[in-house]
């Protein structure tokens, strides 16, 4: 796209505070946008070609609240984003992420969490640092279980649908505020999802279809009974 053009939206982002740029074929993060980095609360470059961020940019963004980057060709997060302390909403769909920085426990504003359809192989330890998350997207990556650390997670909704996932760790009915856990398409045994999320945990809305194993036979575990007075209960209060 021309200067002008682009001109025209930091222009446009100086007076609203939102600067968006979909469905460009951009290949770098513009740097033009360094003049507002003291103004910005809104950043949303998806569907582009952008296969990194500028460590040198992209931490100094102080008062932004969402960064959207779906649909990009990143691989890596510069360790600068975790300076983003008022950060709440940041979704990174469809990359080639692998990991996330070491330092990522300290975004400590951040609600909502979307990793959909990257190349995580674990969940990473540094969500259970941030103690104001509310959902966590990890769908359609290459997780193949759940270790005993998802026990500290904050979370209110976890999605690991689409993952390789095949052991539970028991410490996911410990998860404090833990409503909703979906993990469908996976490849679970039933024997390896534990009873305790039926009979001792908050959770609410278990979805688990398309594992290895038929519903019914869910129906007939100790405890399914219990997450079932949770479920109507919870319907009722939406209905």
Known sequence: MGNSALRAHVETAQKTGVFQLKDRGLTEFPSELQKLTSNLRTIDLSNNKIESLPPMIIGKFTLLKSLSLNNNKLTVLP??????????TLSLNNNHLR??????????????????GNQLRALPPQLCSLRHLDVVDLSKNQIRSIPDIVGEL????LNLNQNQISQVSVKISCCPRL?????????????????SILS???????AVEGNLFEIKKLRELE??????????????KFA
Do not use: H, W
């Open 154 to 157: 904050q979370v209110i909704e």
């Open 99 to 116: 990991e996330l920085p070491s330092t990522f426990g300290q975004l400590s504003a951040l609600k909502t969490l979307s990793l959909s």
């Open 200 to 206: 001792d945990s908050q959770i609410c809305l278990l």
């Open 223 to 236: 405890g399914y009974d219990k997450y079932m007075e949770r479920f109507t209960a919870t319907k009722k």
């Open 179 to 195: 409503k909703v856990l979906r993990l469908e398409e996976n490849c679970l045994e039933l024997s390896m999802l534990p009873q």
């Open 79 to 88: 360790d600068e984003l975790c300076n983003l302390k008022k950060l709440e």
